[in-house]
Protein backbone atom coordinates (compact mmCIF):
# COMPACT_ATOMS: atom_id res chain seq x y z
CA UNK A 1 0.00 0.00 0.00
CA UNK A 2 1.40 3.28 -1.04
CA UNK A 3 1.50 5.70 2.02
CA UNK A 4 3.16 8.74 2.99
CA UNK A 5 3.54 9.18 6.79
CA UNK A 6 4.67 12.86 8.89
CA UNK A 7 6.03 13.42 11.79
CA UNK A 8 7.55 15.75 13.95
CA UNK A 9 4.81 18.35 14.69
CA UNK A 10 4.08 19.72 18.04
CA UNK A 11 3.55 22.59 20.20
CA UNK A 12 6.08 25.22 20.34
CA UNK A 13 6.31 29.00 20.90
CA UNK A 14 7.01 31.67 18.67
CA UNK A 15 10.36 32.06 17.68
CA UNK A 16 11.16 28.17 17.83
CA UNK A 17 11.83 25.95 14.85
CA UNK A 18 10.87 22.62 13.91
CA UNK A 19 11.73 20.27 11.31
CA UNK A 20 8.60 18.21 9.63
CA UNK A 21 10.02 14.43 8.00
CA UNK A 22 7.66 12.96 5.05
CA UNK A 23 8.91 9.42 4.66
CA UNK A 24 7.29 7.36 1.60
CA UNK A 25 6.64 3.66 1.52
CA UNK A 26 4.77 1.39 -0.80
CA UNK A 27 6.73 2.94 -3.90
CA UNK A 28 9.35 5.49 -4.61
CA UNK A 29 8.55 9.00 -5.13
CA UNK A 30 12.15 9.85 -6.08
CA UNK A 31 11.36 10.78 -9.31
CA UNK A 32 8.44 13.37 -8.81
CA UNK A 33 7.48 16.64 -7.29
CA UNK A 34 6.80 16.40 -3.44
CA UNK A 35 5.72 19.41 -1.18
CA UNK A 36 4.49 20.18 1.58
CA UNK A 37 0.40 22.33 2.03
CA UNK A 38 -1.28 23.30 5.03
CA UNK A 39 -4.70 23.85 6.44
CA UNK A 40 -5.86 26.05 9.53
CA UNK A 41 -9.62 25.99 11.21
CA UNK A 42 -11.75 28.52 9.24
CA UNK A 43 -8.81 29.06 6.51
CA UNK A 44 -8.18 28.23 3.21
CA UNK A 45 -5.84 25.36 1.98
CA UNK A 46 -2.30 27.01 1.62
CA UNK A 47 0.65 25.56 -0.62
CA UNK A 48 3.50 26.15 1.38
CA UNK A 49 6.47 24.66 -0.29
CA UNK A 50 7.36 22.16 -3.38
CA UNK A 51 10.53 20.55 -4.62
CA UNK A 52 10.72 19.79 -7.98
CA UNK A 53 13.57 18.57 -10.78
CA UNK A 54 13.49 21.98 -11.54
CA UNK A 55 13.79 23.85 -7.94
CA UNK A 56 11.69 24.81 -4.84
CA UNK A 57 8.87 26.91 -4.48
CA UNK A 58 7.30 28.62 -1.78
CA UNK A 59 4.26 30.79 -0.41
CA UNK A 60 5.58 33.90 0.04
CA UNK A 61 4.60 33.67 3.97
CA UNK A 62 6.91 31.59 4.34
CA UNK A 63 9.79 32.53 2.72
CA UNK A 64 13.05 33.11 4.07
CA UNK A 65 11.64 30.97 7.07
CA UNK A 66 11.08 27.92 5.77
CA UNK A 67 13.21 25.38 3.96
CA UNK A 68 11.67 21.91 1.55
CA UNK A 69 14.49 19.63 1.08
CA UNK A 70 14.66 16.09 0.10
CA UNK A 71 16.92 12.92 0.48
CA UNK A 72 16.13 10.44 -2.46
CA UNK A 73 17.92 7.69 -1.16
CA UNK A 74 15.90 7.56 1.64
CA UNK A 75 12.35 8.84 -0.08
CA UNK A 76 12.30 11.31 2.62
CA UNK A 77 11.05 15.13 2.46
CA UNK A 78 11.77 17.72 4.78
CA UNK A 79 10.22 21.31 6.13
CA UNK A 80 13.04 23.17 7.90
CA UNK A 81 10.62 25.62 9.95
CA UNK A 82 12.79 28.18 11.76
CA UNK A 83 11.29 31.67 13.69
CA UNK A 84 7.67 30.05 13.92
CA UNK A 85 4.73 32.39 14.07
CA UNK A 86 0.95 31.48 16.03
CA UNK A 87 -0.54 32.26 12.32
CA UNK A 88 1.91 28.60 10.99
CA UNK A 89 -0.72 27.31 13.37
CA UNK A 90 -2.16 24.28 11.20
CA UNK A 91 -2.08 20.94 10.09
CA UNK A 92 0.80 20.25 7.85
CA UNK A 93 0.47 17.61 4.87
CA UNK A 94 3.11 16.02 2.52
CA UNK A 95 1.84 15.68 -1.14
CA UNK A 96 3.54 13.77 -3.90
CA UNK A 97 2.79 14.64 -7.10
CA UNK A 98 3.53 11.39 -9.14
CA UNK A 99 0.35 11.76 -12.27
CA UNK A 100 -0.75 15.37 -14.12
CA UNK A 101 -4.18 14.98 -11.63
CA UNK A 102 -3.04 12.31 -9.13
CA UNK A 103 -1.42 13.33 -5.85
CA UNK A 104 -0.91 11.08 -2.45
CA UNK A 105 -1.41 12.77 0.54
CA UNK A 106 -0.55 11.64 4.59
CA UNK A 107 -2.38 11.87 7.56
CA UNK A 108 -0.83 15.49 8.45
CA UNK A 109 1.05 16.79 11.27
CA UNK A 110 -0.19 19.18 13.88
CA UNK A 111 1.92 22.39 14.39
CA UNK A 112 0.90 24.64 16.96
CA UNK A 113 2.54 27.59 17.63
CA UNK A 114 1.58 29.54 20.84
CA UNK A 115 2.06 33.94 21.78
Known amino acids: QVQLEESGGGLVQAGDSLRLSCAASGRSFSNYGMGWFRQAPGKERELVAG??????NYADSVKGRFTISRNKALDTTYLQMNSLKPEDTAIYYC??????????WGQGTQVTVSS
Open 51 to 56: ITAGGT
Open 95 to 104: YAHVYGNEYY
